[in-house]
């Protein structure tokens, strides 16, 4: 075993959405001025932000042979892959859309790391004609699929099995995928058995094992015992005569929405060291929350305050839509007005968008002096918060910027209405008619 590693002291933490006075910041530009140009709602990123925390991960493995691999379904914002690939990131993708994002935004296919239960046959092809760097593969069926597939290509797919290390990571029970009761992974008491079945297979290089156990994750005790189990597996698997050379730890990282103090991404990496660093594998992490998470926003407008009895609503331009976690999870992000008021018009409000459902709100009994008409920032929502929209309520998809200093692209243009329907039609007229 080596020497457990001393944990470098954390940096302060970078705050791309800074209040300078009264108004809310994205770097250089004020949020309200961005509502006022573009339009709510609208998700703002931080450029700095998301290289600060990419950074974090790299230089906390730096001595140790890795790759930070983005997990792309977070944010796939062409731009936001873009920024994350010209730091050289890898990418973990879970679909074939996912991998022609990566390749649209300038990515490397060799850093690519195929993810998900449900590869299908054009999906498999794909990755290997772009020659990705691994499947991670959760089933037999799956490593029998990809073998025949590589094998009909005339490829070799390398290979790393998924295994399910059941452990419990103590996070919702939605974003929970370690456990022996979910779909993810092969059971990893099972996963010698499955690496001698690939290692017959002459389309296949079982190259990898991998791991993912959850989102969110706060406490460090659900990575070490995973990543012990692992270990102890490659170790079996030298016996058995299957050299693994690179080792995926998966994403899971938590962040801070509210009062959650999860590890820094350095104190996470002495737990992947302590693990692997004695090892001859490539370690290959996969944050994705923990990269964009904080470092985007959105932001809405308020357009009506009303009570109803004993509740206060206000009522903003961005709804469940927009940004499910709350409906969907218990998700909590702080809501801060762009431009404080005095503090003497506050109230107690739950903030609810549009959209006909009940569990459509944004937050409840939040303390807000805010007026009709004021821009409110929706803090933490740079992941899992776009990627999630929908056209519910043929609600137009937001607008997305970015912030890079002073300066701001607009990364992708608010959808219309007629953009809805594009792909919709009629039915042809009865025979005869005019
Ligand atoms: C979702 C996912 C990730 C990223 O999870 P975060 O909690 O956003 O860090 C990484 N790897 C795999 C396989 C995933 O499915």
Known sequence: ????????????AFEPFPYCGASLFAEGVRLSELADRFGTPLYVYSRAGLEAAWRAFDDALSGMPHQVCFAVKANSNLAVLDVLARLGSGFDIV????????????????????SGVG?????????????????NVESVSELERLAEV???????????????????PKTHPHIATGL???????????????YAMGARMRSLRMTGVGCHIGSQITTLDPFRDALGRVAALVDELAGDGIGITEVDVGGGLGIRYRDETPPSPAEYAAVVRNAFGGRPVT???????AVCGNAGVLLARVEYLKGNGDARFAIVDAAMNDFIRPALYGGWSRILPCERRGGAGSAVYTVAGPV????????????LDVEEGDPVAILSAGAYGFVMSSNYNSRPRAAEVMVDGERVHLVRRREQAAHLYALESRLPLPHGDA
């Open 180 to 194: 022996k009761s979910s779909k993810f992974g092969i059971p990893i008491a099972q996963a010698r058995e499955v």
């Open 119 to 135: 590869k299908s046959r054009e999906e498999m092809e794909a990755g290997l004609e772009a020659g990705i760097r691994s499947f």
């Open 356 to 367: 006909c459902e009940s569990g459509d709100f944004l937050g409840r009994d939040r303390e």
């Open 95 to 114: 679909s074939g859309g996912e991998l022609e994002r990566v390749l649209a935004a300038g990515g490397e296919a060799a850093s690519v790391i195929f």
């Open 1 to 12: 075993m080596p020497a457990p590693v001393a944990v470098p002291a954390a940096p302060p």
């Open 150 to 168: 590589a094998g009909g290509l005339g490829r070799v797919a390398p290979v790393a099995l998924r295994v399910n290390p059941d452990v419990d």
């Open 283 to 289: 370690v290959h992490v996969e944050p994705g929350r």
